[in-house]
């Protein structure tokens, strides 16, 4: 379903945040004005596969790679080496936001995400009112999303990306949005896409949540793969260390 051969990614942190036009044009003229180059690899050489079915959970410390590579995952993001085979529909759940237009109302968004996902406008009428009724935000509709919280856009991005079962979810950390209630009902509707086959790669540092769902578990740290295996063996690993840090 999904293999990663030899992943590899590669960011250049050397551009400074404050680094401006001006400072730009004056580089030219003055080499020690330019900004070092300074590689980051953000992945290095990662190698596992996911079958079909299959919930795998990714952990790590902050900064260990897991978010770099469900970008990777799903198309967001190419790697600089390596391979990325993918046999299915992706449905991401990466970024809060991510594919909403803040300035529209939570009604165009849920047309405009949804079209970004691959459904059409037909769907969408036919499966409105599911949408609306998972997500409660129909008192909501008509304001402008950029108003909401982030539990409200949680709610809604979760409620979207799974009105239909896809063949790949990709979810990262989304499952802690939100209110408790809000949780439970996500939290049972992944269940019930996990037990109609859905594959899912799953992110999040609730080490309960992710003994409680997923079948396999990768390690990651520093951009490298540490183990993958048995959940709560590597779970039960990667706590004592967390805490012998």
Request: with cysteine; charged share 30%.
């Amino acid at each position: 379903m999904i293999k990663l051969e030899n992943i590899s990614m590669k960011f250049n942190l050397g551009i400074e945040k404050n680094y401006s036009i001006k400072e730009a044009f004056i580089s030219i003229f003055d080499k020690k004005r330019r900004p070092k180059k300074t590689d980051f690899w953000a992945l290095n050489d990662v190698s596992f596969e996911i079958k079909q079915g299959e919930v795998i959970g990714l952990i790590g410390s902050n900064g260990a790679g897991k978010s770099t590579l469900l970008k990777v995952v799903s198309g967001v993001m190419k790697p600089t080496k390596g391979k990325v085979t993918v046999n299915g529909q992706v449905s991401p759940m990466i970024e809060l936001g991510a594919g909403f237009d803040f300035e529209l109302t939570a009604r165009e968004n849920i047309y405009l995400n949804g079209a970004i996902l691959g459904y059409s406008k037909k769907f969408i009428d036919e499966k409105f009112d599911e949408i609306v009724e998972f997500s409660e935000l129909r008192d909501f509709l008509d304001a402008p999303v950029k108003n909401f919280s982030s539990g409200m856009i949680a709610k809604l991005a979760f409620s979207i990306a799974t009105v239909v079962d896809p063949e790949i979810l990709i979810v990262d950390e989304i499952l802690s949005v939100g209110d408790i209630k809000f949780q439970e009902k996500s939290k049972n509707k992944m269940m019930e896409m996990i037990k109609g086959g859905t594959t899912v790669l799953y992110v999040s540092h609730s080490l309960e949540s992710i003994e409680e769902l997923c079948d396999r578990v990768v390690w990651l740290e520093h951009g490298k793969l540490i183990k993958i295996g048995n959940t709560k063996e590597i779970c039960k690993e990667y706590y004592k260390k967390q805490l012998n840090k």
